[in-house]
């Protein structure tokens, strides 16, 4: 195993102008997606103030992104067990039971509470929830809308019911808003939350670096796609919640895990950026993967085959495209019939054709790529973080729930149910007085220091997504991983003069501090597990790796790691 993180120092918080406005609230979400929608709607109406923040528009986030649908034991023949013990495999071990628990239980009627809220949902025949599976999943229990379209459907019913609301004075929404760092009560690492530093892109009073006060923060601010070079990610998935914990000291946990989707349309040699996801529900449905010669890629692979859970398909393909010197695989979900599948996968059918083929006709060109972090900020089974007054729900998020690999379509659900667990915490503990009253300070101190620097110039950003996607890609070796590890810290000790502070240095340094973090995790855990593949351990090693992984900063800027062996 790798010695300690000798190396790995990280800064408190990123160079950035001092804060030049200031505003409060009793809680400030940040994040629009399902968890930070549901969390502010429902906070909304028990708290006096509350002030939501996203990084662009309200429906830009990975949300509206999500084609395949929302897990959740919604047929009478199927069972929260059932549910929980799908998830508990996916996660291979080091799943969280009690979070599992909280999750397939009060998924089912927190769904029911979305479609009262307005989200229209696909039914059937008989108007009842259509349900379809997807890989890893023993029952159809999965949810959709507009076909593949479901997270756009519940984004728009979030943000329809935000509008009914939106004159409310006990609601501001503020749309441009990058969080910077978190504002803490003191400078020492791990003290309490007290806001946090964003920077807006607006006209008058909130313009340019600002400092909010709040009781309570609540990161929803999803995943960290952009850190590899292909994603299905959208471009705003930089990590910045996680990053901005993780410089304040909160504990991050299984960070390690990426999950890579298997079936992510191939647009070529050298793609970079957020590529279109080819929903697994296409397999769903009866599509199977084959390779050029027409061969299926899962027959015989294990009894699920093309509905295997995610590593495992996977992996057969990197197997596939390593032993047969290719980049892509293919999906043939010809055999569908092109009404059958413009009907129920029209974006995806859209994304295609516009791309010059037709998946009634074609073969679809598929290779894995980067799709869901499975760790990112611990918290508890009520959303609390290790710091206090920092709770955290979503991707962003460790609950606990995916352990080494998310099931399929648990994403959706898990933002729901842990942040209405959240938006029932936050007022209990207001009235328990345990949440003071944060007041503005004349001067707004931000935590720790800002050491001129602690910058990455935007111009650096594919070198750190070539870097993780090297050596804490899908495939990772000792060699590989300390590879990276050096490339990213030569990147974190290029000379202070390098970046200005502003938007783009802040997203590219906040995937260099969580590429530092991840690739250190990734390095120690000597085994295969999950997402990815370690080619120089190529099995799954329960004896040693029975572990779950985490990393807070210390006082003195190292990191440090701890590790906790599940039961
Ligand atoms: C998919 O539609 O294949 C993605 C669903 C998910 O990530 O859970």
């Known amino acids: 195993m790798p010695s300690a993180p000798d190396r790995v120092h990280l800064p408190r918080a990123l160079s950035a102008p ?53 897990a959740a034991a919604l047929h009478p023949e199927d069972s929260p067990a059932e549910h929980l013990e799908d998830t508990l495999v996916a996660g291979v071990g080091l799943c969280d039971r009690e979070a599992v628990e909280a999750l397939v239980t009060e ?53 329809a019911a935000l509008h009914r609301v939106i004159d409310d004075p006990g609601i501001e929404v503020v749309e441009h808003a990058l969080v910077v760092d978190l504002l803490q009560n003191d400078a020492a690492a791990g003290s309490p939350v007290s806001g946090v530093t964003l920077h807006v892109i607006g006209e008058g009073q909130l313009d340019g670096v600002g400092a909010a006060y709040a009781r309570a923060v609540v990161l929803a601010t999803g995943g960290l796609g952009q850190i590899y070079t292909s994603t299905t990610n959208p471009p705003v998935a930089t990590g910045d919640g996680m990053a901005a914990a993780l410089r304040a000291g909160a504990r991050i946990t299984d960070l390690e895990f990426i999950q890579f989707h298997p079936t992510v349309l191939f647009l070529g040699e050298g793609s970079t950026g957020q590529q279109p996801l080819i929903s697994e529900a296409v ?12 061969r299926r890629i899962m027959e015989g692979r294990h009894p699920l085959e093309d509905l295997a859970p995610r590593d495992v398909v996977a992996r057969a393909i990197l197997e ?22 413009a009907t129920r996968f029209p974006s995806i059918v859209a994304s295609c054709r516009s791309l010059g083929f037709d998946p009634a006709r074609d073969l679809i060109p598929v290779a894995p790529a980067q799709h869901y972090a499975s760790g990112g900020v611990e918290t508890d089974l009520r959303g609390r973080s290790s710091l206090p007054g920092l709770y955290a729900c979503g991707e962003c998020s460790c609950t606990g729930v995916h352990g080494a690999n998310r099931l399929a379509s648990n994403s959706l659900l898990e933002g729901l149910v842990f942040a209405s667990r959240i938006a029932a915490d936050i007022p209990a503990r207001i009235a328990a007085g345990e949440l003071p009253e944060v007041g503005i300070p004349s001067s707004p101190t931000r935590a720790g220091d800002t050491s001129p620097g602690a910058l990455l110039d935007h111009s650096q950003r594919l070198t750190v997504q070539r870097a993780m996607t090297l050596g804490s890609g899908p495939v990772r070796s000792a060699t590989s991983g300390a590879a990276t590890a050096t490339a990213l810290a030569d990147l974190a000790s290029l000379p202070p003069s390098t970046a200005e502070p502003g938007p783009k240095s802040w997203e590219t340094t906040n995937l260099l501090h969580l590429g530092l973090v991840l690739t250190e995790l990734a390095r120690r855990r000597e085994e295969t597990r999950g997402g990815h593949v370690r080619s120089d351990f190529p099995d799954r090693d329960d004896a040693r790796w029975l572990v779950r992984q985490s990393v807070t900063v210390a006082p003195d800027r190292s990191l440090t790691v701890t590790e906790r062996t599940m039961p």
């Open 107 to 159: 998924g089912p009627p927190r769904v029911h509470e979305l479609v009262a809220l307005g989200a229209e949902f696909d039914l059937d025949a008989e108007g009842e929830i259509k349900l379809t599976r997807e890989g890893g999943h023993h029952r159809d229990r999965i949810a959709h809308a507009g076909g593949d379209a479901t997270g756009r459907e519940i984004s728009r019913a979030l943000i």
């Open 320 to 341: 596939t495209m390593r032993e047969q010197a290719t980049d892509h695989v293919f999906l043939d979900a010809r055999h569908l019939g092109g009404d059958f599948l």
């Open 283 to 294: 397999r769903g449905e009866g599509a199977f993967l084959v390779d050029a010669d027409g």
């Open 18 to 70: 001092a804060p030049g406005w200031t505003t409060s609230a009793d809680v400030i979400v940040v994040g629009s997606g399902i968890a930070g929608l549901t969390c502010a709607l429902r906070l909304r109406e028990q708290v006096d103030r509350v002030l939501l923040v996203t990084k662009t528009v309200l429906d830009e986030g990975s949300t509206a992104w999500a084609q395949g649908g929302i």
